[in-house]
């Protein structure tokens, strides 16, 4: 039976936005996209469906944060990340301090309630809560092994931190959480470490994007005494398979390369992977004699 390395992260939930007027609050962090990681998944010779979630929009003003789409690779479905929450006079759309749960759950705004994590529940969890709010400050999304922190007085909380993977043969870190925005002379709040995007500062100033292909949430949008920006976009997610050169050969896929007997396959947008048999060991072992002739 052949087993394969499968790395799957949905996409990121947008940051919520602040109101364009008033004296009200700054939008909470997106949350991460929900990460799975399956070192010994089974495989056959088929093909293969990829789905790759896209990241959520960022909130405008006001509104929350939009989830990211799920990624899904055969039976492994990774959830989008929830939405940032956000804080408005109430017109033309009532406030929603809460963060939105999802793969990891959204920060929320001034005294908000963070969204649930790990949303679709699954085992291992694919993520966490995002940070719950007291303050004028908003809080941080989550992430996939850290939940969003609370804010601080004026100034927005960090996004959770993501987790690091070596399916590629190096050490890259997915699915932090956004960063919640910072109130008037308050600070915006770093994204969490694997792609999360910075809150915005209270001056006021929009929330960054979550990196490309790590499910990185979207960072809040700050807000001053009387101005509001938007929240900012989640990253889109990314899904990796790795399986032993000696048993398959493939198509499909963005992006590929060996570790040790490996081949990986990264898919960067929905796809096909095609795995077909090879001739065991000593077809891979005339395929490495050829290229090192070359």
Request: avoid cysteine; glycine fraction near 34%; aromatic fraction near 4%.
């Amino acid at each position: 039976m052949a087993t394969a390395k499968v790395l799957v992260v949905a996409g990121g939930g947008g940051g919520g936005s602040s109101d364009a007027t008033g004296n009200v609050g700054p939008g909470g962090g997106g949350g991460a996209g929900g990460y799975r990681y399956d070192a010994a998944f089974t495989v056959t010779a088929q093909a293969y469906t990829v789905t790759v979630g896209g990241g959520g929009a960022g909130g405008t003003a006001p509104g929350n944060g939009v989830s990211g789409n799920n990624s899904i690779f055969s039976t492994i479905t990774s959830g989008g990340g929830g939405g940032g929450g956000h804080h408005s006079s109430g017109a033309p759309t009532p406030p929603n301090r809460d963060g939105v749960a999802g793969g990891s759950g959204g920060g929320s705004a001034n005294s908000g309630t963070g969204g649930a994590g790990d949303t679709p529940d699954v085992t291992p969890d694919q993520g966490t809560a995002g940070g719950t709010s007291t303050t004028n400050g908003a809080s941080g999304g989550g992430g996939s092994s850290a939940a969003g922190t609370a804010a601080s007085g004026d100034n927005g909380g960090a996004g959770g931190a993501g987790t690091a993977n070596t399916i590629t043969g190096v050490s890259v870190t997915y699915a932090g959480g956004g960063g919640g925005a910072g109130y008037n002379a308050g600070t915006g709040a770093a994204g969490g470490v694997g792609g999360g995007g910075a809150g915005g500062a209270g001056t006021p100033t929009a929330g960054t994007a979550g990196t490309a292909n790590t499910g990185g949430g979207g960072g809040g949008g700050g807000h001053s005494t009387s101005a509001g920006s938007a929240g900012a976009a989640g990253g889109s997610g990314v899904v990796i398979v790795a399986y032993t050169s000696t048993e398959f050969d493939h198509t499909g896929g963005d992006e590929t390369g060996t570790d040790g007997l490996l081949t990986w396959v990264k898919f960067t947008a929905d796809g096909t992977l095609t795995l077909t048999a090879t001739g065991g060991a000593s077809a891979f072992r005339r395929r490495m004699m050829v290229g090192i002739g070359q």
